[in-house]
Structures are given as C-alpha cells and as structure tokens.
C-alpha cells in the first residue's frame, strides 16, 4: 500500500513493513549499548542547551529608545555586561518576556510581547514596545525613569501564541488591537525575512490614526512582500484619510472582504474589550477551536463587567493569611483586585509570568475561603481543581481566605 502526503512530500510505503520496524528497536539498542564506551559521560550538553534556551533570569540592559507614537515607545535591550548574562534566549516569533520591575520598593511582574525577531536575539537584542496607559501602574513609572543605561530583569521567552506548520494553516489571519500588534509584528518580519513560511493578512483595530504603531514600517513591508503579507487598519474614528483603512471595527464582514475564513488561522492579540467583541465575529464562522490562537491579554482591567462576578463583594476589602516557606503573614485584599496584584502590594514578591492564568507559574493552595475565578482565564488542570489549587493573577478574593503560595525562583 502507498499513500502521498503532497503537502510534507511523505512517502509510506507499507504499514507491515512499519509495524515490523519496530521490532529491531530493542536488539539494534543493545548492539549500540555493547559497543558503547564504559567511560563516564562527563558532559551534559542538552541540559546546558536547555539553559541557553529557557533561562529563569535575564539581566537585560537598554541600549536604546524609539518614539513609535505620542503613546508608544520601542525599548531595545541588550545583555547587561556586568551580570552572567552574555548571551540572549532564542524564541519564537510571537513570545513574551516577563519583567521585573521594583516600582517605589514593590516587585512587581508584567509580560511584553517582543516585538524584534528571532534572528534579533542572535545578534544581541530583544526589543519590546509598550503603551503608556492612563493611570497605568507601571507604564506611567518606566515613561519617567526608563533610559538609556537602565537595568532590566526578565525571564526567558515564554508564551504559545506563535506559528506552528504541524498544527496551523498555511495563511494566517492576525486580529489585533492597540498595542497588541506587537507579537505580530515579530511574525510580520519572520516572514519577510524568509524563515517563516507562512502568508499573513493583518486587521489592525485602532482608535484613532495618531495611534496606530508601526504603519510606515508595515506598509515598506507589505510593499516588498506583497504575495505573503497584507495589512488592513480599521478605525473607529469619524475621520480615516490614510490608504488602507476601513472605518468601524473588525466584523465578519470585513473579515469575509479580506480573508477566506475556512482556509486560515486567526491569531488575536489586544485588550479583553476587542477579545469579546472578535470571538463573537468569529463564531459566525463555526470554526473548529484549533483554527483560532489567542494570546494572553493580561489581568482582566474591570472585573465587575463580568456579569457571574458577585456585585455584593464589590466594595469589601478582605483579609489573606498567607504561607510562603516558614512566614505567615496577614495582608488586607481587595476583592475587585487579583489576589497577586494583593500579594504584590504586600511586597511578598510573588512568582508570576503571564498574569492571566495560562503559564501556571503562580500557581498556589487555596487552603480556606472562597474565590471567583475569571472562566477566561480558568487554565487550571482537572487535577488542581479538585485538590484546591488555584491561580492568584486569574482570582478574586470574595471572602477572607488562607493560602500557600510558592518563593520565586
């Protein structure tokens, strides 16, 4: 029997013949055992490749800073000289670090899409951008004290949110919002330069035109790759004069003008507002669950606008009694704020990467009390749900509670 698979150009010539493969495996892994050297292996070059590849520590420098709008700034990074890093973690087009940052004495962690490429890293730079956000935290912070010279602290690349070939189609359709264009553009210039074989229409939603980022970039882009890349900038202003753009928001019918649905991918990266409103566009479409990629947004910025969360708690601050190692500590919560943005007010400097339930790097015991988990953001395993574990960046506090949580790493 003989079957083709054009697309990967595979060949199987026989099932009899597979299965019968399989039966040298055991005596040919002897033979390679006799003839194998008794000396001991001395060296251990995969986990000293897993080092290099997943770090838990990047100590990270800026060597640069570019205005892209009013609101956006791109911040190049590059190793810091006098720490162990010397060299930065590959990735793939579409990943995120997660920043540590100490902002008037408290710890605190945010991911960042990295908005360079790959082949970026190999050269000796990451860069991300980030938008400045009204009343943001941390954002308001890096705008007044982030310059050249400033010292950075990062994980290594994490996140799923990128191409796979065994798993998603050949044309991708990137759904972004705001500053959430930042992953695509990675994937944009990968493709571009050759080492992601893949075809791309990005419908980027913006508010205003002074706010979209990269426009001058992507269209050179577009123009020197106009078979593989295509972007179209939808706006919700009242007056559009730049080319390319619609004026409304991304709608299954603008997705049905530029796109064919049943033969793409859809990758969507912007705030929880945009997320609502697409997936709801999308499901006009009955796509399988595969065919559509969603990036971490991040803490959910009202809670409240979810209508199962209990209005009754809204205004009540609760008390945590908190393990972590040999310290118990009584910190006040709340309930309308995360129980790691608690934790991290308290300066208990928790574990935390992806702030939106799907890493499960802060993943800790719920020893008593109640909390609402955001069903988005509910990535917890069967397992954990049943023993009481539960993921502080993705809960809210709805009565006093006791916790185990773990020390950072």
């Not at 995120?96 to 902002?103: N, T």
């Not at 710890?107 to 730079?125: H, M, N, Q, V």
């Not at 290594?156 to 991708?172: A, H, K, M, T, V």
């Not at 910190?331 to 308290?346: C, D, H, K, Q």
Request: glycine content about 6%; aromatic content about 10%; some cysteine.
């Amino acid at each position: 029997m003989k079957e083709e698979n054009k697309k990967f150009d595979i060949t199987v010539k026989s099932n009899t013949r597979d299965l019968f493969a399989f039966t040298k495996l055991v005596p040919n892994r002897k033979k390679r055992f006799e003839k194998a050297s008794n000396e001991p292996i001395t060296k251990d070059p995969m986990n000293k490749l897993a080092v290099r590849l997943h770090p838990l520590r990047q100590y990270l420098v800026i060597s640069d800073i570019k205005n892209e709008t009013n609101s956006t700034k791109t911040f190049k990074l590059t190793p810091d000289p006098n720490s162990n890093t010397k060299e930065l973690a590959y990735f793939r087009a579409g990943q995120y670090l997660s920043l540590k940052v100490q902002v008037n004495g408290v710890a605190i962690t945010r991911p960042y899409s990295i908005s360079s490429t790959p082949s970026d890293a190999l050269k000796g730079f990451y860069e991300i951008t980030i938008r400045k956000e009204e009343h943001g935290f941390l954002t308001e912070y890096i705008w007044d004290n982030w310059k050249n010279g400033t010292k950075v602290e990062s994980s290594g690349p994490e996140g799923y949110f990128f191409y796979e070939p065994l798993r998603d189609l050949e044309q991708i359709v990137g759904i972004a919002g705001g500053s959430g264009i930042t992953p695509f553009r990675s994937i944009i210039k990968e493709i571009a330069e050759g080492k992601l074989d893949a075809k791309i229409t990005l419908l980027y939603g913006s508010s205003e035109e002074a706010d979209i980022i990269f426009y001058d970039e992507f269209k050179e882009i577009e123009k020197n790759n106009p078979s593989k890349i295509k972007t179209v900038y939808i706006l919700s202003c009242d007056v559009v004069s730049l080319e390319g753009c619609e004026k409304g928001f991304i709608t299954k019918e603008i997705i049905e003008k530029y796109c064919d649905a049943n033969s793409s991918t859809f990758f969507i990266c912007g705030p929880q507002i945009m997320y609502n409103f697409v997936e709801e566009e999308l499901n006009k479409f009955k796509l399988p669950v595969k065919r559509i990629r969603r990036e971490a947004f991040g803490e959910v910025k009202d809670i409240l606008t979810n209508p199962d969360f209990p209005k009754e708690v809204a205004e009540k601050i609760f008390k945590i009694k908190v393990h972590i190692g040999n310290l118990l500590k009584e910190i006040p919560a709340i309930a309308t704020e995360s129980v790691l943005i608690a934790l991290e007010r308290a300066n208990l400097n928790p574990p935390s990467k992806c702030r939106s339930g799907e890493c499960g790097f802060c993943r800790s015991l719920l020893i008593d009390g109640k909390v609402y988990i955001n069903p988005v953001s509910d990535w917890r395993k069967g397992g954990d749900k049943k023993f009481n574990y539960f993921h502080p960046c993705a809960s809210y506090p709805i009565s006093d509670l006791e916790i185990k949580i773990p020390r950072d790493i």
